[in-house]
């Protein structure tokens, strides 16, 4: 009986070394991207820019760093939103329900916007009440119908072509959210509207590295600092080149999960 117990006891420690080395070492693609972006030197749109998701996170980064380069920016918020660190960046605010087309299209109307950017997106809710395909939808739409000339979209590994450089537990846990996202993606190309598509792997808040590029390779993963997924957007949007593309966000120095909590 000891025996039994000491071979499981044995079996269990050796799964738990699975997991922990996939975890921390096998959890990204080694895939060496292709056809990365060579950066250029930064170009303004030459005319006011709409930012949806631009109060929070990666999209307030964005925000931030375009103010910075003088741009005029006006985000929509919700009635609710807290707006301060806006107007402390000297952005413009608009009100607008992304899930509420005629809201949307009224944010449009409220500005000659040269640009949108949408880093919409939650990985919680029913599908009917994210804005990972509607809300987009809704922005891409009136984007369209404002005569908007590019449109810069958020979105994430795992959608379309990059489904395989998503790591396994990512597609599972953001089944739902990859399918939309990539739902939006197809709508903004059959749009006719000048895109640029951005896709992080493994989004989280750290320290920027300054080592993270823009591949036009969809087997391209890896972890990202937000901060760098906002450098990389306020770069691409900046630089024509980049329009009607995809990318892959990537950065070699956090090629493995082991790399957040080393940070």
């Known amino acids: 009986m000891l025996r ?4 499981f006891g044995y079996l269990v420690l050796a799964l738990v070394a699975v997991i922990l080395a996939y975890v921390f070492v096998f959890s990204a ?7 990365v972006l060579t950066p250029a030197a930064y170009t303004s749109p030459g005319g006011p820019i709409i930012v949806f998701g631009g109060n929070r996170a990666t999209g307030l980064d964005i925000v931030r760093m375009l103010r910075e380069k003088g741009e005029d920016v006006t985000v929509a918020v919700r009635a609710t939103s807290n707006v301060e660190e806006l107007k402390a960046l000297g952005a413009r605010t608009v009100v607008a329900d992304a899930l509420d087309a ?37 922005v891409i739409d009136a984007a369209k119908a404002s005569g908007v000339q590019r449109i810069v979209f958020v979105t994430v590994v795992g959608t379309g072509n990059s489904y395989e450089a998503a790591p ?19 709508h903004l190309r059959a749009s006719g509207v000048p895109y640029t598509i951005i896709r992080p792997g493994g989004l989280n808040d750290l320290k920027s590295t300054g080592t993270a590029v823009l591949a036009d390779d ?10 760098d997924v906002a450098k990389l957007t306020v770069a691409a949007i900046g630089d024509p080149a980049t329009s009607n593309k995809t990318y892959n966000a990537y950065d070699p120095s956090r ?9």
């Open 168 to 186: 396994r537990p990512a597609r599972r846990f953001l089944k739902d959210v990859i399918a939309l996202k990539g739902q939006a993606e197809d």
């Open 4 to 7: 039994v117990l000491k071979f």
């Open 218 to 227: 969809p087997l391209a993963f890896s972890y990202i600092a937000r901060l």
């Open 29 to 35: 693609s080694f895939h060496t991207p292709v056809n």
């Open 255 to 263: 090629k493995t999960l082991w790399k957040q909590f080393n940070d």
């Open 102 to 138: 005629d809201s949307v299209r009224a944010a449009f109307a409220s500005g000659n916007y040269k640009m949108a950017i949408s880093t919409l997106g939650t990985s919680r809710g029913e599908n009917a009440s994210r804005p990972d395909f509607i809300g987009n939808r809704n």
